[in-house]
């Protein structure tokens, strides 16, 4: 059954929908961790020009404060507040990159604790050089998701903090900016890849940071089983991992790095020019949904290891968009060849759009595909 789209607020009631939504969306765009944020913030009054959102899934913090910016990693995120933010008439709300600091001196921080924890305590460093003593910032996640570090988190780099009350099992918290001194949080991880024969290196919020994931090692053992293409996207691409090592073998001239995560596409393209020094002019790199606003020229091979993920949810439907993305992109002819987890069965979509599917490998927990596009 379709989830309901009508979410009331004490700053109004607005329709909100997720990005990207199936067909009879079944999940809300917003939780009960964003109507705790909301109630704080309305209590307190501040106004809007004072306000910083930050990690806004779907846009229901911008929508119903319209902040003076929204501060995020994720451009399916940005997509979200966008549409939802023209759907319910709302002005436009400014999108700073992870990548930067961001903008003004805001009063109050309204924030989503993200997955990955060391992203969280960057954004902490960062925000604790910005903001003024006396300032707030509120942080709220549903209780599963909440790591017992947190509140310790807060407390290093904000201020004294209080662990605020929980409500339809989402839970707040808020510190109080003092002018406490912390040292700058290291950001950077990494890990040498053997069969790139270099060092990989990723800003915090990157997947996989400080150790090759399995799937994409086994992808990355087929590779001499692909023949050279003109161009090749790397879709989904992380720190670059599977496209710089596919460029290191000549499998392609001319690369596109395409992801959703701006730290990701920082990280891939600092790594292909510090790897490749040489060869800046040979790599695209673009930050969006997959390549649905690509306009560049077509690739004839795509590697990809898509997500698994949707948030913090194990789902088929964000890997299964990716590869129909690939079917959109690839001229007739075209090859794509992705690793996936053995539970997740996307043979049918692989069926409708492509042809000649062939198993190249398989292990314990992954299987790597080839399928040409019809
Ligand atoms: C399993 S990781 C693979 C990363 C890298 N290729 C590797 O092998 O280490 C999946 C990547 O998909 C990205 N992603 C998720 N949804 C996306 C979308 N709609 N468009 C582009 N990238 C997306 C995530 O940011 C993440 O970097």
Sequence with gaps: MAADTLCKTPFGN???????ARR?????AWCAADLLLLDEVHRLAVPAKDIL?????????????????????????ALALQRN?????RPDVPVAWSTTSPPGKASLVALRVPKQLPYFEYQLSVLAHRLAPGAIVLAAGMDKHLSPRVAPLLEQYIGPTQRQRGQRKARLFSACR???QTAPVATGAGYYCEALGAELQSQPNVFSRDSLDAGSRLLLAQLHQLQAAGTLLDLACGNGVLGLTAFRQGLAPALIFADESAMAIASARSNALRIFPQDSDCFIFHHDDGVVNYHGAAADL????????LNHA?????????LEQCAGHLPAGGRLCF?????????????????????????RRFVVWLALRR
């Design 14 to 20: 607005f329709r909100l929908l997720r990005y990207p």
């Design 24 to 28: 009879d969306e079944p999940l809300q």
């Design 85 to 89: 933010l023209a759907q319910n008439q």
């Design 339 to 363: 690793v996936a987890n053995r539970h997740l069965d996307y043979l049918p979509t692989l069926k409708r759009h492509f042809h000649g599917i062939e198993k190249l490998a398989q292990d």
């Design 314 to 322: 194990v789902d088929e439907y964000a890997g299964r968009r990716l």
């Design 178 to 180: 003092d002018g406490r």
């Design 53 to 77: 959102v930050v990690n806004d899934e779907h846009g229901m913090l911008g929508v119903a404060l319209v902040p003076s910016a929204v501060w995020t990693d994720s451009a399916l995120a």
């Design 302 to 309: 795509i590697l990809c290891n898509p997500p698994f993920h």
